[in-house]
T-cell receptor, first 115, second 114 residues
C-alpha cells in the first residue's frame, strides 16, 4: 500500500533562515515523488518532482528536495525562507510500477515564515 | 492552473439537495481526478477517469457520482448532500503520456452543506 507521512502539522521559521518540510513515504515499488504548495484560497501548485537520477531535485521559487531511498524520505528545503513562502505544503507519491497512476498525498504541513 | 476551471467556486446548500460540481480543462489531458480536502486530512481521492469511457472509484466514493461528458469535462455529483460532505473540492488533470507527469489543479469549489 502507498502512503505518505508529513510528521509536522506546522513549521515556523524566521525570514532568511533555512527551512525544511519533512516527508516520508511508503510504496511497494520505486517511487515518483512530488511536492505541491497551496496558497490561501488557491488550488495546489506543482513545485518539483523526483523521477530518477540525481537525488537532489531543484524546483520553483528556490525550493529543492532530497530523495533518500534508504530513509524513504523526500524532504523539502530552501536555504533562505521568505515571508511569501508561507503556505500549505503537500508531499505526494506514486508507485512507478502501478498502471493506475494515482497520487497519494500527505496531510500537509503549514509553513509560516515570520519577518 | 488557469487551464483547469471549476464551477461554482462557492456553494451553500441544504441537506438532501442534489449538487453538481463541474470541471473543465483546456490542457488536452486524458486523465481527470476529483479530490476533497478537509483540514488535517490532506487530499483524498473521490473518483478518477483515464478517458471518456473509463471511470474509477477512489478511496472515498460513497455518496458521490461522476460523469465524464467529454475529454475536457468531468462532473462530480452529490445525489443527496449531507453536512459531512462540507469540504473544499478540487479537480485535477494529468497527461497520460508519462506516468511521472504531475497533476494540474483547478482553483477549488468550497461546498457547505447545512
Amino acid at each position: 500500500a502507498q502512503s505518505v507521512a508529513q510528521p509536522e502539522d506546522q513549521v515556523n521559521v524566521a525570514e532568511g533562515n533555512p527551512l525544511t518540510v519533512k516527508c516520508t513515504y511508503s510504496v511497494s515499488g520505486n517511487p515518483y515523488l512530488f511536492w505541491y504548495v497551496q496558497y490561501p484560497n488557491r488550488g495546489l501548485q506543482f513545485l518539483l518532482k523526483y523521477i530518477t537520477g540525481d537525488n537532489l531535485v531543484k524546483g520553483s521559487y528556490g525550493f529543492e528536495a532530497e530523495f533518500n531511498k534508504s530513509q524513504t524520505s523526500f524532504h523539502l528545503k530552501k536555504p533562505s525562507a521568505l515571508v511569501s513562502d508561507s503556505a500549505l505544503y503537500f508531499c505526494a507519491v506514486r508507485d512507478r510500477g502501478s498502471t493506475l497512476g494515482r497520487l497519494y498525498f500527505g496531510r500537509g504541513t503549514q509553513l509560516t515564515v515570520w519577518p | 492552473d488557469a487551464d483547469v476551471t471549476q464551477t461554482p467556486r462557492n456553494r451553500i446548500t441544504k441537506t438532501g439537495k442534489r449538487i453538481m460540481l463541474e470541471c473543465s480543462q483546456t490542457k488536452g489531458h486524458d486523465r481527470m481526478y476529483w479530490y476533497r480536502q478537509d483540514p488535517g486530512l490532506g487530499l483524498r481521492l473521490i473518483y478518477y477517469s483515464f478517458d471518456v469511457k473509463d471511470i474509477n472509484k477512489g478511496e472515498i466514493s460513497d455518496g458521490y457520482s461522476v460523469s465524464r461528458q467529454a475529454q475536457a469535462k468531468f462532473s462530480l455529483s452529490l445525489e443527496s448532500a449531507i453536512p459531512n460532505q462540507t469540504a473544499l473540492y478540487f479537480c485535477a488533470t494529468s497527461d497520460l503520456a508519462a506516468s511521472y507527469n504531475e497533476q494540474f489543479f483547478g482553483p477549488g469549489t468550497r461546498l457547505t452543506v447545512l
